[in-house]
């Protein structure tokens, strides 16, 4: 395993701890109750992902600590995007995860074939942000579908309450 791949590796980890810290912050400062549960959904899928990763970072003989300036420059993120519009965040995110999906795509090819179904499986994440920014984008209800057919332990409409 090369530096580039570790480091890449190491990328996707840290990049849940930096979605937990983005939408834990948008869902605490969020007001709508509708707004309050698909956060919550983003929330979890990012939770369940972080938890995915760690028997195969252990594999690789990766450390699972959680890089706190990560959770620290998610939140930051968070409190950003939850002081835009609705619409502005979701034309800023949607930017934002065209990126990420590229650079996930990256560490995929730079992964050998028995950790692809775990790298596709990241990329595949982020596209899933990339669906739901678009269903948002184009006012369809069904915004959160492919997220919560993902979900391991899916939220009850509840979780949208304070």
Same mark, same amino acid.
Do not use: C
């Given at each position: 395993m090369n530096d580039a791949y570790r480091l890449g590796v190491m990328e996707l980890y840290q990049g849940e701890v930096l979605g937990e810290g983005l939408f834990s912050r948008m869902l605490a400062l969020a007001s709508d109750p509708q707004r309050r549960f698909q956060l919550s959904v983003m929330l979890q899928y990012e939770s369940e992902t972080k938890v995915r990763l760690r028997p195969f970072l252990a594999r690789?003989?990766?450390p699972l600590i959680e890089d706190e300036s990560k /959770?620290? %420059?998610?939140? $930051?993120l968070g409190? /950003?995007? !939850? $002081?835009?519009?609705? @619409? %502005? *965040?979701? !034309?800023? *995110?949607?930017?934002?995860? !065209? /990126?990420?999906?590229? /650079?996930? +795509?990256?560490? %995929? +090819?730079?992964? @050998?074939? !028995?950790d692809k179904p775990m790298l596709r499986f990241m990329v595949d994440h982020e596209r899933a942000f990339m669906s739901f920014l678009e269903k948002e984008r184009a006012a369809e209800p069904d915004s959160l579908d492919r997220m919560l057919?993902?979900? +391991?332990? @899916?939220l009850p409409m509840a979780a949208q309450s304070p």
């Amino acid at each position: 395993m090369n530096d580039a791949y570790r480091l890449g590796v190491m990328e996707l980890y840290q990049g849940e701890v930096l979605g937990e810290g983005l939408f834990s912050r948008m869902l605490a400062l969020a007001s709508d109750p509708q707004r309050r549960f698909q956060l919550s959904v983003m929330l979890q899928y990012e939770s369940e992902t972080k938890v995915r990763l760690r028997p195969f970072l252990a594999r690789l003989g990766l450390p699972l600590i959680e890089d706190e300036s990560k /959770r620290a %420059e998610g939140i $930051a993120l968070g409190t /950003r995007y !939850a $002081a835009m519009a609705w @619409p %502005e *965040f979701v !034309a800023d *995110f949607h930017a934002a995860i !065209a /990126r990420v999906i590229a /650079r996930y +795509q990256h560490i %995929e +090819q730079l992964g @050998p074939d !028995a950790d692809k179904p775990m790298l596709r499986f990241m990329v595949d994440h982020e596209r899933a942000f990339m669906s739901f920014l678009e269903k948002e984008r184009a006012a369809e209800p069904d915004s959160l579908d492919r997220m919560l057919r993902l979900l +391991q332990h @899916p939220l009850p409409m509840a979780a949208q309450s304070p």
